[in-house]
C-alpha cells in the first residue's frame, strides 16, 4: 500500500459520519478539532491568567483571597467562551444542542445531584465568600487553612499539613467555624483553678502579667481576669486574651499556660489537686446461714454422751 492510498484510507476514516447533530455531520475529524480548539483556548486562557492577571491583581493590592476568587471566575468564564467557539468552529449549531441538553438534562439531574450541589456550592462560596483561600476554618471538628477551591470541593490544608478533600456543599449546609473572617483579631480564654489559700490578689496579677508579658497578645483590648466560680476544692478562674493571628492560637495557648505555672510557682500559688474524702467504719455482723448453723449444733449423740 504506497502513501496516497494511506491518506486516502486515513481521510475516510476522519470523514466518516458517525452521528448528525441539528443536521450537521458529526466525524472524527470532527471531534478531534473540537478538543484542540477547546484545549488550545484552555491553555491560553491558564496563562494569561496565570502570567497577565495575577500579576495585575497583585499590583492593583487586590487581597489574595479575591484574587483567587477572579481567577477562578475568570477560568470558568473562558472554559464557557471556549467551548462556544470549538462548536462554532466545527461547524455545529447550538440551537440543536440546546435541545439535545434539554433532554438530557432531566437523566443527568438525577444521577449527579451531589455533583451539582458541590458545583452549585462552590459557585455561591467564590461569589459570597464566606470562605476564602488562605482563611483558617475548622469544620467537622476539622482544623486548617483554606488552600483550593475547585467546582466540586475544597482543599483544607490542616496544621498538619495534611490535605483534606471537604465537598463545597459541607460549607453551605454545615455551620462553619471562620477564624479570619471579616475581622482576623480573635480572643481565647485559658481556664485554670487555684487554691482557696491562695491570695485573690496576687491570684489576678499573676494572671495578668502573664497574659501582658507575651508579646503576641493584644494590649487592646486589655487581657482581663474573671473569677468565674467556687469549685469543690479551688477557685475556678479564667483567662481571656486578644490575638491578631488566629492561627497561632494553639501556640499562644500553649506559652500563656506556660506561663501561669511559672508565675504562680514564683508568688506561691498553689494549683490543686483534686481532693477527696474516703471514710471506712467497722463491717456490721453478717447472719450465718442454716447450713453453718447446723455444723455448728451438736449431734443427737454428741447430747446423748454428754447427758451420762
Known amino acids: 500500500m504506497d502513501l496516497k492510498e494511506i491518506l486516502t484510507f486515513a481521510g475516510s476514516v476522519l470523514n466518516y459520519e458517525l452521528f448528525r447533530v441539528s443536521d450537521t455531520p458529526v466525524t472524527l475529524l470532527t471531534i478531534i478539532l473540537f478538543f484542540l480548539v477547546l484545549s ?14 495575577r ?3 497583585e499590583r492593583m493590592g487586590v487581597a489574595e483571597g479575591q484574587r483567587y476568587t477572579l481567577q477562578r471566575i475568570f477560568s470558568y468564564l473562558f472554559f464557557f467562551v471556549g467551548l462556544l ?4 468552529f466545527v461547524g455545529i449549531n447550538l440551537s440543536g444542542l440546546v435541545v439535545i441538553f434539554g433532554a ?32 483558617r476554618v475548622t469544620i467537622n471538628d476539622l482544623e486548617g487553612d483554606v ?15 495534611i490535605s483534606i478533600i471537604v465537598p463545597n456543599l459541607d460549607f453551605v449546609s454545615n455551620a462553619v467555624i471562620n477564624w479570619s473572617h471579616d475581622d482576623p483579631k480573635v480572643r481565647i480564654s485559658l481556664d485554670v483553678g487555684v487554691s482557696y489559700a491562695s491570695d485573690l ?9 502573664a497574659a501582658e508579658e507575651e508579646p503576641r497578645v493584644l494590649t487592646d483590648p486589655k487581657p482581663d481576669v474573671l473569677l468565674v466560680e467556687f469549685g469543690d476544692s479551688a477557685w475556678n ?5 486578644w490575638i491578631a493571628n488566629p492561627k497561632e492560637h494553639r501556640e ?8 501561669i505555672v511559672h508565675k504562680f510557682r514564683a508568688n506561691n500559688v498553689e494549683i490543686p489537686f483534686p481532693q477527696r474524702d474516703l471514710h471506712l467504719r467497722s463491717p456490721l455482723p453478717l447472719p450465718l446461714d442454716d447450713r453453718a448453723l447446723a455444723d455448728k449444733q451438736p449431734s443427737s449423740g454428741e447430747q446423748a454422751s454428754g447427758d451420762h
Open 147 to 161: 488552600d483550593k477551591i475547585k467546582m466540586r470541593a475544597t482543599t483544607i490544608k490542616t496544621i498538619d499539613n
Open 252 to 259: 499562644i495557648r500553649s506559652a500563656l499556660n506556660c506561663a
Open 85 to 88: 467557539i470549538a462548536f462554532q
Open 40 to 53: 488550545s483556548i484552555i491553555i491560553l486562557g491558564g496563562l494569561f491568567r496565570k502570567q497577565i492577571l
Open 104 to 135: 438530557l438534562s432531566v437523566g443527568i439531574g438525577f444521577g449527579l445531584q451531589n455533583v451539582t450541589a458541590n458545583f452549585i456550592s462552590g459557585l455561591i462560596i467564590l461569589f459570597e465568600r464566606p470562605i476564602q483561600v488562605g482563611d
Open 237 to 241: 478562674m479564667r483567662l481571656r486574651a
Open 55 to 57: 500579576r495585575l491583581l
Open 201 to 209: 490578689d496576687t491570684v489576678l496579677r499573676s494572671l495578668r502579667e
